[in-house]
């Protein structure tokens, strides 16, 4: 025998399905309320502070974790133990410290807090990100000629991962070869990019390459190589002058001294020709006689 179908029924399977759904979507913020509420920036090698929500001043415990690893906190009646090294804990803020940041440092933390021996724990979950700057990006000329360019793109030191990105959108440029590598020492990512550049349709200005931001200096392609500058025979000239000038000078100046030596050469008589030369004045002779 078929079921019979009533309004009743279909009332009821749309009031379960209204409680189903209000039951879920409380059930999911429930869930959420363990997931990161708070979002925390910090700098490679720069201070980050965890500040775990409290609604009391009086605290039993206060413990920051990231996953199962103790980082910091405190205990009201017992010691905390061992602590992590770049940690220290402000009891009054119920904050905890960070410094000497590194990109192990991070992901998903834990605030655990707790009002009295006997209250239940409340849990708040901190993500701290983490970010380097890149170096500003090295342009290189690798290859030049006059039908094309080759030209790389570098830079290094930066967090997170970031491709390096060209300004320049055309037809006349190819993406020869691209990277992002890791440092395994310091976790931080290079960065590098070699295009290739058409110069048939002549030199292409206001180029520029770019990473996590940092832009490098503008550039041109497809020039003209720099030609050496005109010879000029001008300081030879000045220089041939500068020896005739001095030349002429020194020959002046022999010729003036050879005159002087020829005017004062002829030989004076070895007493005086006459009586005036002599100091004896002529009119006393003539009285005399």
């Given at each position: 025998m078929a079921t019979r179908w009533i309004p009743e029924n279909f009332l009821n399977q749309r009031l379960s399905l209204w409680v189903l759904c209000v039951l879920t979507v409380m059930r999911n913020v429930s869930g959420n309320e363990n997931a990161a509420q708070i979002q925390l920036r910090g700098e490679l090698g720069g201070n980050v502070?965890?500040?775990?929500?409290?609604?009391?001043?009086?605290?039993?415990?206060?413990?920051?974790?990231?996953?199962?690893?103790?980082?910091?906190?405190?205990?009201?009646?017992?010691?905390?133990?061992?602590?992590?090294?770049?940690?220290?804990?402000?009891?009054?803020?119920?904050?905890?410290?960070?410094?000497?940041?590194?990109?192990?440092?991070?992901?998903?933390y834990t605030c655990v807090i707790a009002y009295n021996e006997h209250s239940d724990t409340k849990e708040t979950v901190v993500h701290l990100s983490i970010k380097a700057n890149y170096s500003k990006p090295e342009v290189k000329v690798l290859h030049r000629d006059d039908i094309h360019w080759l030209v790389n793109c570098s830079s290094h030191g930066?967090?997170?991962?970031?491709?390096?990105?060209?300004?320049?959108?055309?037809?006349?440029?190819?993406?020869?070869?691209?990277?992002?590598?890791?440092?395994?020492?310091?976790?931080?990512?290079?960065?590098?990019?070699?295009?290739?550049?058409?110069?048939?349709?002549?030199?292409?200005?206001?180029?520029?390459?770019?990473?996590?931001?940092?832009?490098?200096?503008?550039?041109?392609?497809?020039?003209?190589?720099?030609?050496?500058?005109?010879?000029?025979?001008?300081?030879?000239?000045?220089?041939?002058?500068?020896?005739?000038?001095?030349?002429?000078?020194?020959?002046?100046?022999?010729?003036?001294?050879?005159?002087?030596?020829?005017?004062?050469?002829?030989?004076k008589p070895a007493g005086p020709s006459t009586q005036e030369e002599q100091g004896t004045p002529l009119t006393a002779v003539a009285v005399a006689s």
């Amino acid at each position: 025998m078929a079921t019979r179908w009533i309004p009743e029924n279909f009332l009821n399977q749309r009031l379960s399905l209204w409680v189903l759904c209000v039951l879920t979507v409380m059930r999911n913020v429930s869930g959420n309320e363990n997931a990161a509420q708070i979002q925390l920036r910090g700098e490679l090698g720069g201070n980050v502070s965890f500040s775990c929500p409290a609604t009391q001043e009086s605290l039993y415990l206060l413990y920051l974790q990231k996953g199962s690893s103790f980082v910091n906190g405190h205990y009201a009646s017992k010691s905390v133990g061992r602590t992590w090294e770049n940690t220290w804990m402000d009891q009054d803020k119920k904050t905890v410290h960070m410094h000497s940041l590194n990109v192990s440092h991070e992901g998903d933390y834990t605030c655990v807090i707790a009002y009295n021996e006997h209250s239940d724990t409340k849990e708040t979950v901190v993500h701290l990100s983490i970010k380097a700057n890149y170096s500003k990006p090295e342009v290189k000329v690798l290859h030049r000629d006059d039908i094309h360019w080759l030209v790389n793109c570098s830079s290094h030191g930066g967090y997170p991962r970031s491709p390096m990105i060209w300004n320049q959108e055309s037809q006349m440029m190819e993406d020869v070869n691209s990277s992002v590598t890791r440092d395994d020492v310091t976790m931080t990512f290079n960065s590098s990019s070699t295009v290739y550049f058409n110069c048939s349709m002549g030199e292409i200005r206001s180029i520029s390459c770019s990473v996590g931001g940092i832009d490098s200096q503008l550039f041109s392609v497809c020039k003209p190589k720099d030609r050496p500058p005109p010879t000029t025979h001008t300081p030879v000239i000045a220089g041939t002058i500068c020896v005739a000038l001095i030349f002429f000078i020194g020959i002046g100046l022999c010729l003036r001294i050879k005159c002087r030596r020829g005017q004062g050469g002829g030989t004076k008589p070895a007493g005086p020709s006459t009586q005036e030369e002599q100091g004896t004045p002529l009119t006393a002779v003539a009285v005399a006689s």
